[in-house]
């Protein structure tokens, strides 16, 4: 009998001594709840709420792809007019998405665009320009190196997210992407490189030129 006895009060103590794994469960469901639930309020709130570091990691939704006819936009020129992308069909036109204005790298790649900028226009194709800055610093920026293309303000980085432009260095960096579309709207070419940025030109005009070609 005293066996029978002892058994109850071994297995009692390591009961209180120990918590239970429904004990630990409980005691961590508050913490995740927490956790997850600005992730939904940050979904939810409206984008120009959004730091701009939050709206680049957001899921994309779209992405443009070759043969595909990209979402149309409306932004604000460098001087403050609006321009729609479909405006400019009925000829071939270069979108590229650049990380900011006055960055070393982005700065090549605007005056590379704006020296080879007789070779798109004897292509006869428009080239704009798209970054999250807004109308003043795209106006400053052209101003200072003669830039004679538009720059378009991506505040919120809307469009970005809705053409499925990748970020660069775990989302921390906005990535560098260009776009050639044909003259009805189509995405031709897509050309990613974020650390050779005078390439974009090289890529595009050689696409844009060999096109020529194959219409002759």
Aim: glycine content about 6%; overall charge positive.
């Amino acid at each position: 009998m005293a066996s029978f006895s002892l058994t109850p009060t071994t297995l009692h103590l390591p009961y209180h001594q120990t918590p239970s794994p429904r004990t630990k469960c409980s005691q961590n469901a508050p913490i995740l709840q927490k956790s997850f639930t600005p992730h939904f309020q940050l979904i939810n709130s409206p984008a120009h709420q959004l730091p701009s570091s939050v709206s680049l990691k957001t899921p994309i939704l779209a992405k443009v792809s070759q043969g595909s006819t990209p979402p149309l936009f409306t932004l604000k020129d460098q001087n403050g007019k609006t321009v729609s992308l479909s405006s400019f069909k009925g000829k071939p036109v270069v979108v590229y998405f650049y990380p900011a204005d006055e960055t070393p790298g982005c700065t090549k790649q605007a005056c590379a665009f704006r020296d080879s900028y007789e070779k798109f226009k004897k292509a006869g194709a428009a080239v704009v320009g798209i970054s999250g800055d807004d109308a003043a610093s795209h106006k400053a920026f052209s101003a200072k190196y003669k830039l004679p293309f538009t720059l378009l303000s991506d505040e919120g980085n809307k469009v970005r997210n809705a053409w499925g432009v990748p970020s660069d260095l775990f989302g921390a960096l906005p990535g560098r992407q260009t776009y050639v579309l044909d003259k009805n709207g189509v995405c031709r070419l897509i050309y990613n490189n974020q650390f050779q940025p005078e390439k974009h030109i090289d890529e595009t005009l050689k696409f844009l030129q060999g096109s020529e070609e194959r219409v002759r």
